[in-house]
């Protein structure tokens, strides 16, 4: 081939290769114009490899105006590309366009069960007065649940307190007084007296109703030290009912019975709402009935390894279910296990 004849072919190449850069309209086609055009069995290739045949002299001027059109060429699909580049990022960005002034979507936000904080708040107030919070097992075995807190095998006070068996010896405990043994065997007096509180779940046979379910909570409290009284105890609990129910609450005390205290109280608060008055919730007697305490019985002492002619302690047994139902007016116990959220979204919490 001669020279002006190649350099012609180079220049319609060219020209119909701008052309067609021009006319594409996605990466794709403009790709495939590249390869065909510049890549190894294009035209321009076999131009460069034809130079063989060409005189000496010829040689670089073909050479060097191949090189100049395929420059061209190169240049002309990169700028078609980054042209097409931009038109493609500019109608994704057409078409994902986002309205920033649109209300987002509301996370709804859970709070912690009322009873949740009811139980932090009693025991925030313990913690304060020096006491440790124990926790418990909610499996217990009838040794710790029953004989140790002094209720043998058919002892009469066991019937109130039915519950269910996993077996003969195991069961779901009935009350968190078996804290109170397991607590009471560990203690170290030589590093100072027992103070403690153990709140949970308990579970009882009950036939559930607005005031009772087969399972709630209590608050178990137990102190053990040398020369413990019943001032102390008394004492205690006025601080701590002062503490729920507001500086103006008295206490009152009447005479009880649990098999694992000697003597055994009934502890009332003056009530809250009427101040002592009368009302609906004090059932117009002005008072509330709130927890069963007393001394820890020598034999229950005895039975956890500690000297009952030397230590001695109280013990009481709080229920934040019903602290609850009094504080907030909640007529049904029922509603604190129903996770009905309409109930539970009323206690927001701080
Ligand atoms: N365990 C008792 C109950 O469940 C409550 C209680 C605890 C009473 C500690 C006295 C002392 O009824």
Redesign the pocket.
């Known amino acids: 081939m001669s020279l002006a004849k190649t350099q012609a072919t180079l220049e319609t190449l060219r020209n119909e290769t701008l052309a067609k850069v021009a006319a594409v309209t996605d990466l794709n086609s403009l790709n495939q114009i590249r390869v065909e055009i510049l890549g190894k069995k294009g035209p321009i290739t076999e131009v460069l490899r034809g130079m063989k045949d060409l005189s000496a002299e010829d040689r670089p001027k073909v050479g060097s105006f191949a090189n100049v059109i395929r420059d061209e060429i190169t240049a002309a699909i990169e700028a078609r590309k980054t042209d097409l580049e931009a038109d493609a990022l500019n109608e994704a960005l057409a078409k994902e366009t986002l309205d920033v002034t649109l209300p987002g979507a509301q996370v709804k936000q859970g709070t912690r069960h009322i009873l949740t904080q009811t139980m932090e708040e009693i025991e925030d107030i313990f913690v304060g007065m020096g006491y440790q919070v124990v926790e418990g097992f909610e499996v217990e075995s009838d040794h710790y649940n029953f004989e140790r807190m002094n209720l043998p095998k058919n002892h009469p006070a066991r019937d109130m307190?039915d519950t269910f068996y996993i077996s003969d010896e195991i069961l779901i405990r009935?009350?968190?007084?078996p804290v109170q043994a397991r607590t009471m065997e560990k203690h170290d007096f030589s590093k100072g007296a027992l103070r403690m509180i153990s709140p949970g779940k308990v579970f009882r046979r009950d036939t559930d109703d607005a005031t009772h379910s087969h399972q709630f909570h209590?608050i178990?409290g137990l102190v053990v030290d040398k020369n413990i009284t019943m001032g102390d105890l008394k004492g205690t609990l006025e601080v701590v009912m002062k503490k729920m129910f507001g500086a103006d609450r008295k206490i009152r005390l009447r005479p009880s019975y649990?098999p694992?205290?000697e003597p055994?109280v009934e502890t009332d608060v003056s009530c809250f709402k009427c101040g002592g008055a009368g009302c609906n919730v004090c059932k117009y007697t002005g008072w509330i009935e709130i927890l069963?305490?007393?001394m820890v019985h020598p034999d229950v002492l005895q039975m956890s390894g500690i000297d009952p002619e030397v230590y001695s302690g109280f013990?009481?047994?709080l229920g934040p279910d019903r602290v609850a139902m009094l504080r907030y007016g909640v007529n049904d116990i029922r509603y604190f296990y129903q996770n009905d959220l309409r109930f539970l979204e009323q206690f927001k919490g701080e």
């Open positions: 307190q009935t009350h968190t007084s209590q178990e649990f694992f205290t055994s069963g305490a007393g013990a009481f047994g």
